[in-house]
C-alpha cells in the first residue's frame, strides 16, 4: 500500500527569515563572548538584544501584546 506524504508547513508565525548581517569584527568577537558568558548561541544572543531595543522603544511593553514588561496591562497602575 503506498504512503502519502504531505509537506507540513509550519505557522506563519514559527518561520524565521535568515539575514546575515554585515558587523564588525571586533563587535562580533565581543558579540560572541557576551552570547558564551550569557550561555546563548551568537544568533539567539542578537535577536535578544533586538527583542530589548524593540521592547524599549515601544515603551516598555512586549511585542504585541499591549502588556508591559513588568506584567500591568499599560495604563492601569494606581499611581
Known amino acids: 500500500m503506498p504512503t502519502l506524504q504531505r509537506a507540513i508547513e509550519p505557522p506563519r508565525s514559527a518561520v524565521i527569515s535568515p539575514f546575515l548581517p554585515r558587523i564588525d569584527p571586533e563587535l562580533g568577537a565581543d558579540l560572541e563572548a557576551w552570547a558564551q558568558d550569557e ?22 511593553q512586549k511585542p504585541g501584546t499591549g502588556v508591559e514588561s513588568g506584567g500591568e496591562m499599560k495604563g492601569t497602575s494606581d499611581s
Open 39 to 60: 550561555l546563548r548561541s551568537v544568533n539567539g544572543q542578537i535577536e535578544y538584544l533586538l527583542k530589548q531595543a524593540v521592547m524599549k522603544r515601544k515603551g516598555g
